[in-house]
């Protein structure tokens, strides 16, 4: 199995314009999450999927996040307009059941200048 | 949601030396998670913890989960370099429990 795959591995964009990260789970999973890292808050859950619907979105801190999962196979994060403080690491992770251990993707790296 | 606390956040060994990382939540938890990420990486599933006083080994990592379940460790005996990285909990029972802030080891060669 190849993992969780996310993609771009590196994103660096200027203030103001929209970023859209994305991640395939591994085949199977039912559950689907989108983590966000930085060094002041750790590791926040930002929202999960379940059978591709939203489960809970409270952890998207603005209007400005918006993620969907069309299918089983792919889900995208969105940041619209980005912004400076938005700089972190975005990791995707799945899980075939909800309180079993994730399988993290590689993470994408945001920097908005 | 609620975290679950993480001491110490820092922690310098020399290799050949012991070292625990404590993670405390003031709920009662269903199970709880253990995770590794090394420097630059992402977390890494290491084992999951279900039953009150469970201990599980996996080599040279002891991980232990307290009889109230509110509280487990992870004990690493006689570190190598590779061990290096930031070890998370994360407790679990509701996905509103996240990730501990987590110890970061550094290991002195």
């Known amino acids: 199995d190849a993992g969780v795959i996310q993609s771009p591995r590196h994103e660096v964009t200027e203030m103001g314009q929209e970023v859209t990260l994305r991640c395939k789970p591994i085949?199977?999973?039912?559950?689907l999450f989108w983590y966000r890292q930085t060094m002041m808050r750790g590791l926040e859950l930002l929202i999960y999927?379940?059978?591709?619907?939203?489960?809970?979105d409270s952890g998207m801190p603005e209007d400005r996040f918006s993620a969907k999962m069309p299918n089983a196979s792919f889900s995208t994060l969105k940041i619209q307009p980005s912004e400076p403080r938005d700089s972190a690491v975005y990791f995707c992770?799945?899980?075939?059941?909800?309180?079993?251990?994730?399988?993290f993707g590689s993470g994408t790296r945001l920097t908005v200048v | 949601g609620q975290q679950v606390m993480q001491i110490p956040q820092y922690q310098h060994v020399q290799e050949g030396e012991d070292f625990t990382t404590y993670c405390n939540s003031s709920t009662t938890l269903s199970n709880i998670q253990w995770y590794k990420q090394r420097p630059g990486g992402h977390p890494v599933f290491l084992i999951q913890?279900?039953?009150?006083?469970e201990v599980k080994k996996q080599k040279r990592l002891t991980f232990q989960f307290g009889e109230a379940k509110k509280n487990s460790s992870l004990h690493i005996t006689a570190t190598q370099t590779t061990d290096v990285g930031t070890y998370f909990c994360?407790?679990?029972?509701?996905?509103?429990?996240?990730f501990g802030k987590g110890t970061k080891l550094s290991v002195i060669p």
């Open positions: 085949s199977g999973h039912d559950y």
């Open positions: 913890l279900v039953k009150s006083g």
């Open positions: 994360r407790g679990a029972g509701s996905y509103q429990l996240t």
């Open positions: 992770a799945s899980s075939f059941i909800e309180n079993y251990g994730y399988t």
């Open positions: 999927f379940n059978n591709n619907v939203p489960i809970d």
